[in-house]
C-alpha cells in the first residue's frame, strides 16, 4: 500500500516538474500559445494576436506579426519582430528585467477627429 502511495505520488512530482519543460517544445508552443493568446485577450479586454511565438530557454519569447488592438479600437500597436528575454530570478522577486528589440512597429492612439491623436512608425525599436 505505502510503496503504491510513493509510486503515485513520484509520477505526480515527475509530471508537475515535465509541465513547464514541455512548453519548450515547438509543436506543443503551436498548441498551446493561441489558448494563452486568446486568455490574455479576454482577461486584458484587447485583442493580441501574433502568427508566430516561440519560448526559448530560459525565457526568451520571440514573436512575429504581432499586433495588440484596445477593446474600443483607438489604440493600436503593430510589430512585425519581436524579441525579448526575460531575466528569470528577477522575475521571481517580482521585478522584471527585460531586454530586446522590435522591428516594424506601427503605432495608433485615437482617431483622426479625436481631441489627441498619436501616430508613429518605428522601424527598430531596442529595449536595453
Known sequence: MLRRVL?????VVVAVMALPLLLYVPFIQDAVFPF?????SG??????TADRLRLQWPL???????MIVNAPGDTMAVARNARLQ???LPLLGLDIRAEG??????????????AMYLQAV???FRLL
Open 60 to 66: 526568451r519569447v520571440t514573436a512575429s506579426g504581432v
Open 86 to 88: 526575460v531575466e528569470p
Open 7 to 11: 509510486k503515485t505520488l513520484m509520477w
Open 101 to 114: 528589440d522590435l522591428d516594424g512597429i506601427r503605432y495608433r492612439l485615437g482617431t483622426p477627429d479625436s
Open 43 to 48: 482577461m486584458t479586454g484587447m485583442e493580441i
Open 122 to 124: 518605428v522601424d527598430r
Open 36 to 40: 494563452a493568446l486568446r486568455k490574455v
